[in-house]
């Protein structure tokens, strides 16, 4: 089956019950806020696609639930549910209830209660008929009524995770798919009555329909409407051999097996131009990437791995199949492999804009970047390392997170890249003690840059020095301010004790909201502390991105490098030599930044 893609999620339809107006800086508004973007920042993968949510007290309590339609795969549901929570707002400014329809998912929120309440009430429920008629109206009428009594008695002998049917019946010379579903947690009695009322107005013999209520969904069509088309631009799946794309596994995302992701070398070869230097987009610790063509059109970037693994062919194989299996928006997507004697490929999406590197600290271009757009790549950077950290099917530390290794697409939303390569490298990825070192000076935590030992709060670590980055537009270990040059992370300190955060903020920026960038200074700071305990989680970083209603701790001093002292030998890690720090031993004032 293939799934939908974020531009290919069908809008429906969108109701704003009439439960009276909140205003702009609310205490409800602050908490509906909180609650869509605990949404849209990405919900835990739940296999059967119901969400309840809340948030705040009475009266300002604001509820909501989400539910994905049909066997639509996990991420396409989280993906659904994530843009669904987004277009509500739009849809319903400053409403206290409205609920948005797309074909994949529904959002509802209201400041009633909704959990277990049925509502199939006319003010909130639509419908969109297929204007075409049957060529046996009667006939075609009467296989559809009797085709959704079926599926409505067994969507409501649903249980509590699921309340869904779907089936076909002949109707003349034609099939009529349908599908009904109710929220699951309505009893068995409300999803008869929801589907029930609503079947009613199934009349005239239309060929196809959706109905949708806050409680239930029903649709018919004469076509199988649970495989979406491929868009009309989109460039076909490439055949399994020379070039393989990814099968997917009906509402798994699972890789259904290695080789529908194994490329043929010779392919990959054409593809860049026997991978020239014209083709060639970078090079890291672990490989060059360039830029590649495949036959069908579609434009890729593949790493050629430039060491020994130190894995045998299955492992290796065995851990790439691992990594694809990972998919989020934020993540740059692994394709497939190739192996072919000493040679390790990795392919990847192509992503048309490159790095970040390129565009913060490019005086011209990081012109493009306003805050909005860097407030948006903080973001998605944040949601992403949340998935590797606790929604991944493999933990994953990235341990390498720098602004090099966060690519854009052709949208300007982040990506981020060479997740998961130390597993590839036969380095443990989920927390311990190690003898080699992955990783650049000035994003290494000092407890892993003395000491060998990571955990998710190195990676956390290192997203504080992104931000601080982003923020500034300069690099952490050569910070330029009025001609004098220290650590970033020395610099946005002393200000932040001063009571200066400003000073940090990049002047090309700096017209657009200040309290916002100050915001994300502070959550930097927690970010980068030394002691590794007071740094939050990503679940927590998210938290603070998405509701600015949540007031923020005080940071402690972070470690400051001294970069002359730093030596870490990429030949022989066994050569590591300790870092040397500096410790701000100043203690912090009791106030919020202005």
């Given at each position: 089956m293939v799934y939908p893609t974020i531009s290919q999620l069908d809008f429906a339809a969108s109701l704003c019950p009439d439960a009276g107006n909140y205003t702009a800086n609310s205490t409800y508004r602050n908490n509906l806020n909180a609650l869509l973007s605990s949404l849209s920042s990405g919900p835990p993968l739940i296999s059967y696609g119901f969400y309840n949510l809340s948030a705040g007290e009475e009266p300002d309590k604001v509820n909501a639930v989400a539910l994905c339609v049909g066997d639509i795969s996990g991420y396409v549901c989280r993906d659904c549910v994530d843009e669904s929570s987004r277009k509500i707002l739009e849809a319903c400014p400053n409403r206290k209830a409205g609920i948005v329809w797309y074909n994949q998912c529904m959002v509802r929120y209201s400041n009633a209660e909704i959990f277990g309440v049925m509502n199939d009430s006319d003010s909130e429920s639509d419908s969109i008929f297929n204007g075409q008629t049957a060529s046996d109206p009667d006939g075609f009428l009467n296989a559809v009524r009797s085709l959704m009594e079926r599926l409505r008695g067994e969507a409501a002998a649903g249980n509590s995770?699921?309340?869904?049917?779907?089936?076909?019946?002949?109707?003349g010379n034609e099939t009529v798919y349908g599908l009904v579903q109710c929220t699951p947690d309505l009893s068995s009695a409300d999803c008869d009555k929801c589907v029930g009322d609503r079947a009613m107005m199934i009349s005239e013999g239309r060929i196809g329909a959706r109905i949708f209520t806050a409680s239930c969904v029903l649709r018919y069509e004469n076509y199988m409407f649970d495989t979406p088309p491929a868009?009309?631009?989109?460039?076909?799946?490439?055949?399994?051999?020379?070039?393989?794309?990814?099968?997917?596994?009906?509402?798994?995302?699972?890789i259904s097996s290695m080789e529908t992701i194994q490329f043929d070398f010779d392919a990959i070869k054409v593809a860049t131009n026997e991978f020239s230097d014209d083709n060639k987009l970078g090079q890291g610790g672990f490989g060059v990437v360039y830029k590649g063509r495949l036959s069908n059109g579609q434009n890729i970037a593949v790493k050629r791995l430039s060491r020994d693994s130190g894995q045998g062919n299955v492992e290796f194989r065995n851990e790439v199949l691992m990594l694809a299996k990972l998919q989020h928006r934020n993540l740059v997507r692994l394709l497939g492999f190739c192996l072919e004697g000493n040679e390790r490929l990795l392919i990847y999406e192509f992503l048309p804009n490159g790095s970040l590197d390129h565009f913060?600290?490019?005086?011209?271009?990081?012109?493009?970047?306003?805050?909005?757009?860097?407030?948006?790549?903080?973001?998605g950077i944040a949601r992403g390392l949340l998935y590797l950290h606790e929604d991944s099917r493999i933990r994953i530390i990235h341990r390498d997170l720098k602004a090099s290794n966060i690519l854009l697409d052709g949208k300007m939303n982040p990506k981020i890249a060479d997740f998961g390569m130390a597993r590839l490298f036969e380095v443990d990825e989920t927390r311990g003690q190690t003898n080699r070192i992955v990783g650049t000076y000035g994003y290494m935590a000092p407890e892993y840059a003395y000491h060998g030992q990571f955990s998710s709060k190195s990676d956390v670590f290192s997203f504080g020095v992104l931000i601080l980055e982003i923020i500034s537009g300069q690099t952490v270990h050569s910070f330029d301010k009025g001609g004098e040059n220290e650590n970033l992370l020395s610099f946005a300190w002393k200000n932040w004790k001063a009571g200066t955060p400003e000073n940090v903020i990049d002047m090309i920026s700096s017209s657009s909201s200040s309290i916002e960038m100050i915001r994300c200074i502070h959550i930097g700071?927690?970010?980068?502390?030394?002691?590794?305990?007071?740094?939050?989680?990503?679940?927590?970083?998210?938290?603070?991105?998405?509701?600015?209603?949540?007031?923020?701790?005080?940071?402690?001093?972070?470690?400051?490098?001294?970069?002359?002292?730093?030596?870490?030998?990429?030949?022989?890690?066994?050569?590591?030599?300790?870092?040397?720090?500096?410790?701000?031993?100043?203690?912090?004032?009791d106030f919020y930044p202005r």
């Open positions: 995770t699921r309340k869904m049917a779907t089936g076909e019946i002949s109707a868009p009309a631009n989109a460039t076909s799946s490439p055949s399994p051999l020379p070039t393989a794309g990814v099968a997917f596994q009906e509402a798994t995302d699972e913060i600290f490019d005086p011209v271009k990081r012109t493009i970047l306003d805050w909005k757009r860097r407030y948006k790549i903080i973001s700071l927690l970010c980068v502390q030394a002691n590794v305990a007071d740094r939050p989680t990503m679940t927590s970083v998210v938290m603070m991105l998405n509701s600015f209603s949540l007031t923020l701790s005080l940071p402690s001093q972070p470690a400051f490098f001294v970069h002359s002292n730093y030596i870490l030998s990429n030949a022989n890690d066994s050569q590591k030599i300790p870092l040397q720090a500096s410790e701000n031993a100043v203690s912090i004032s």
